[in-house]
């Protein structure tokens, strides 16, 4: 469940990407349950080892439960367990298509980073068509 693709949900003006409450409290668990398990073992190395699955399984529960990618108006926000990104529109200079992830880069160094190998097909093409509108129409605007 917290390994499963993104919800993608359309607003009137915006366009949000998340995982939504339940695969990062599915993950949490799946942590919780490892750190019992951990508890209970009776050698040594299988306490560390399970120790630090739980660890990672609680860094992906906690990404999970923080990610959000906002579409909007004004630009493109990010939201990650390590801080937030907005890359307004008029100051895209450029945007990198890989196979597994989408670069949007900013003036300067800014860049947002779109890890997009758990999408599903209508999901990323979704995602690339929202981008490119509203690059497209950033760059009219600025243009008139």
């Known amino acids: 469940m917290a390994l499963r ?3 993608l949900t359309l607003l009137n003006a915006a366009l949000r990407i998340d ?3 339940a695969a990062g409290a599915a993950a949490l668990g799946a942590a919780l349950l490892l750190g019992a ?11 560390v080892g399970l120790v630090a699955a739980a660890a ?22 990010s939201r990650e367990l ?15 298509r890989g196979t597994e992830a989408l670069v949007i880069w900013g ?12 999408f599903e097909g209508d ?6 068509r929202a981008l490119a509108r509203r690059i497209i ?8």
């Open 5 to 7: 693709s993104p919800r």
């Open 107 to 118: 003036r300067g160094e800014t860049q947002i980073r779109v890890d997009t190998a758990s």
């Open 19 to 21: 995982y939504g409450w």
């Open 37 to 47: 398990a951990a508890a209970l073992a009776p050698r040594r190395w299988a306490t």
């Open 56 to 77: 990672v399984i609680a860094g992906v529960g906690s990404a999970r439960l923080r990610y959000r990618l906002e579409i909007q108006a004004d630009g493109l926000n």
């Open 137 to 144: 129409e950033s760059t009219k605007a600025a243009a008139q």
């Open 123 to 128: 999901q990323r093409a979704a995602l690339e």
């Open 82 to 96: 390590t801080g937030s990104t907005l890359v307004p529109w008029g100051e895209v200079t450029h945007v990198d």
